[in-house]
């Protein structure tokens, strides 16, 4: 017979970089760790490793989904979003990194706390943003009962299109009047392929 409060969805999403990221975004990296409790992280990924090396890393590793920072020229960073090992996967440019100890922000919420994720209808409404909400959903959700994962939730991930580009935004959940407080980090995904 099985137990109620069971962990059936064992999700997990390993969260790595290439090698020649800025300290940035490692910053970004590790905020995403610590708001993800259902992440795992690796070592950096050579360059001249091909991409499909990504896929053996999340099997060995144990994870289904996979955020993966790639670094060109020390200035420009992609962000791919992928389910392992058959996709979809979707390659975005990072703009606009906000860390949380750059933001300052008066938000906070517990460490290990599950998210509400909160979509801009836009998603919905072209097939293309549709199956990257579904990506979005599968990786930023935390699975409930996860281990690692507090029983409640007090933040919310947003994802907002403007100008062909997804705006990231966290924020707390204030109880007593239903407010919300951003506390970070932010960014923007402009989709490339």
């Known amino acids: 017979m099985a137990r109620i409060g069971k962990w059936k969805n064992k999700e997990r999403v390993l969260i790595f970089s290439s090698r020649g990221i800025n300290f940035r975004t490692r910053h970004l990296m590790q905020d995403l760790r610590t708001l993800m409790p259902h992440s795992k992280a690796d070592t950096k990924m050579d360059r001249k490793d091909k991409l499909f090396v990504i896929n053996e890393v999340c099997e060995m590793k144990n994870c289904n989904k996979c955020i993966y920072f790639e670094a060109k020229k020390k200035q420009d960073l992609y962000m791919w979003l992928s ?3 058959h996709g979809p996967s979707a390659k975005f440019l990072v703009q606009n990194i906000h860390t949380l100890a750059e933001l300052k922000m008066t938000g906070n919420c517990l460490k290990g706390s599950r998210p509400l994720l909160s979509f801009d209808p836009a998603f919905d409404e072209l097939s293309h943003y549709a199956l990257l909400k579904e ?3 599968q990786i930023f959700s935390t699975p409930r009962y996860h281990p690692k994962s507090q029983p409640f939730v007090d ?5 907002t299109i403007l100008d062909n580009r997804i705006w990231f935004r966290n924020f707390q959940i204030i109880d007593e009047d239903a407010q919300l407080v951003e506390i970070g980090p932010r960014f923007v995904l402009n989709l490339i392929k």
């Not at 933040?155 to 994802?159: A, D, I, P, R, S």
């Open 83 to 85: 389910n392992s090992p």
């Open 135 to 137: 990506l979005l959903i």
């Open 155 to 159: 933040h919310v991930f947003t994802f």
